[in-house]
DNA sequence: AACTTCTGCAACCGCATTCCG
DNA sequence: CCGGAATGCGGTTGCAGAAGT
């Protein structure tokens, strides 16, 4: 409540530090630590107030801050996580251990950002500017919703790391016994929650599926009159903040009639237009509509249906082209989609897009032959070292969500 | 060489959240 | 429960150096 006051105090020093200036706050807090940085300036001898001094250990001190120039890695990282947690600096900071939030958020700002916006696409969406023809399928309405529940879902997953938290702070044997109910701890570096982890956090199961849908190969997505997908065997009754509803009277939508059951049902169901030819597209304002050509790749304009059986062990789809089951058990994993969605065509959207995404680093923005086996206008480009580099956007978000240790992030 | 513009980054500002008496 | 203090966080600013003219 209210802003420090240490800061408006006269007389304090601002701007640059000096070297003297960091000598003297490194040698305190190494032999003292930082404690109260309100009381540390006058403690180390510094005419600063905690604010910057804290500041300054935290973004510049700091003997575990790895500097000088990101990865790849690291920017993929960045660009992913960015597109799952928006700005959230701090959040995205704890995937990448070495980095400050200040240094991610100034590497955004100044160099991934204008890379999107060069690439045409909308640095706060992560996606094409021009979306209108993905709009026409309803599969960019559906990976919305999917983003948003994505999003949705981990600031619930803080929500639910914070009041872990304060039951542990009250009440240590409370606390066991809710990790005991739990197949998953949140924790951060930071907070006294750094208990082993058992297994994946049911929530990621959104995640997963998000991925796994994303997947999918745009040439089944594209809906036709209604498709449903179910999801039965979502146990979210451990979870006391879990609300997975999302509701939009515009179709696609997806709602969730049942939460609260211990055995609830999570109901995903997008409702496209009924356009006999809605062949997946987007397109880059950099790039001819033909270069995107490649997306969706329906050559025949054959639209799935996903609607059938569901039950208590299994969902199925039928396709036009072959009929997939995908086991309910525990779990609900991209894999089970994904490989089921492989099974029909290697190609999908998220690859295309990853790859026009990153191959960017080459500055001309261009599909390289590497990039996509669709028939692109043949503008070809010269990015396949960069798509060498950097495949798989989202796959990769899925993979970093997958594989990164929940004792790394407060977030997972 | 001088000037202007651009770029990158450290640091600041102020709101939000958490802590604690 | 309340309210002040402490801390966290994200947006923004200002400056130094690089690049361009």
């Not at 690291?74 to 959040?91: F, K, M």
């Not at 237009?273 to 969706?296: A, H, L, P, V, Y």
């Not at 058990?329 to 994904?338: F, G, I, P």
Request: net charge negative.
């Amino acid at each position: 409540m209210g802003r420090s006051p240490c800061c408006d105090k006269v007389g304090l020093k601002k701007g640059p530090w000096t070297p003297e200036e960091d000598q003297k706050l490194l040698a305190y807090i190494e032999e003292h630590g930082h404690g109260s940085w309100r009381a540390l300036p006058a403690k180390a001898g510094l005419q600063r107030c905690g604010k910057s001094c804290r500041l300054r250990w935290t973004n510049y001190l700091r003997p575990d801050i790895k500097r000088g120039k990101f990865t790849l890695q690291e920017e993929q990282t960045i660009i992913q996580l960015h597109a799952l947690l928006g700005n959230r600096w701090s959040a995205i900071a704890t995937h990448l251990p070495k980095r400050t939030d200040n240094e991610i958020k100034n590497y955004w700002n100044t160099h991934l950002k204008k890379r999107l916006v060069k690439m045409g696409i909308d640095p706060v969406t992560h996606k094409p500017k021009n979306d209108t023809l993905l709009s026409n399928d309803g599969q960019s309405k559906y990976a919305a919703n999917l983003s948003h529940m994505a999003q949705w879902e981990s600031a619930r997953l803080e929500a639910e790391a914070r009041l872990v938290r304060q039951s542990k702070l009250r009440s240590n044997s409370f606390q066991n016994s809710i990790f005991a109910s739990q197949e998953f701890t949140t924790t951060s570096p930071s907070s006294p929650l750094n208990k082993p982890v058992v297994g994946p956090p049911r929530c990621l199961d959104v995640l997963k599926a998000w991925n796994g849908i994303w997947t999918k190969p745009m040439n089944e997505i594209t809906a036709s009159g209604s498709a449903t997908i179910s999801v039965t065997g979502l146990d979210l009754e451990e979870s006391p903040t879990s609300t997975l509803g999302y509701f939009d009277q515009n179709a696609p939508h997806i709602s969730t009639p049942g939460i609260n059951g211990g055995n609830s049902t999570v109901l995903f169901e997008f409702v496209g237009n009924s356009s006999g030819s809605s062949e997946g597209r987007i397109m880059n304002n950099e790039e001819s509509e033909e270069d995107w050509k490649g997306f969706g790749n329906s050559s025949t304009g054959q639209l799935p249906e996903y609607k059938d059986g569901i039950n208590e062990n299994s969902v199925s789809f039928t396709s036009g082209l072959q009929d997939l089951t995908m086991p309910m058990d525990n779990t609900w994993t991209a894999e089970s989609l994904r490989s089921n969605a492989d099974q029909i065509s290697p190609r999908n959207f998220v690859e295309t897009f990853t790859d026009l995404l990153l191959s960017s680093n080459s500055g001309d923005g261009g599909l390289s032959e590497n990039c996509t086996e669709s028939d692109n206008g043949g503008e070809g480009g010269n990015a396949s070292e960069n798509c060498e580099d950097s495949k798989n956007y989202w796959n990769s978000i899925f993979n970093l969500v997958n594989n990164s240790s929940p004792s790394d992030s407060a977030m997972f």
